[in-house]
């Protein structure tokens, strides 16, 4: 049974930092895809992120490049999200996802990872 449990996320003020960490278990981490999406009240899931398998090339959406960072630790079986300069815009409660295999000009598109975690909720206040 695959489980992915993000932790990390809380109450911040805008400018500062969170790192928010994603637990797999159940399937062979280093293997997979690893996407961060992130979804605020009223609007639609938005992809933030994701870090490839093998070589741990990332890649970030523009609202976020130059303050957030990913990684992963296939020893531990966990992936980060490193948030710094946090923005009131960067409120949302933030997903990982994972997959095996993304065409490299879909790995942004939520449909395409097939397991996810419960997500856990970032407030950045003003």
């Known amino acids: 049974q695959v489980q992915l449990v993000e932790s990390g996320g809380g109450l911040v003020q805008a400018g500062g930092s969170l790192r928010l960490s994603c637990a797999a278990s159940?399937?062979?981490?280093?293997?997979?895809?690893l996407g961060w999406f992130r979804q605020a009240p009223g609007k639609e899931r938005e992809f933030v992120g994701y870090?490839?398998?093998?070589?741990?090339?990332?890649y970030l959406a523009d609202s976020v490049k130059g303050r957030f960072t990913i990684s992963r630790d296939n020893a531990k079986n966990t992936g980060y999200l490193q948030m710094n300069s946090l923005k009131p815009e960067d409120t949302a409660v933030y997903y990982c996802?994972?997959?095996?295999?993304?065409?490299?000009?879909?790995?942004?598109?939520?449909?395409?990872?097939?397991?996810w975690g419960q997500g856990t909720q970032v407030t950045v206040s003003s």
């Open positions: 996802a994972a997959e095996t295999n993304i065409d490299a000009n879909r790995r942004s598109e939520a449909k395409k990872y097939r397991y």
């Open positions: 159940g399937l062979s981490f280093s293997t997979y895809f």
């Open positions: 870090i490839t398998r093998g070589t741990g090339s990332t």
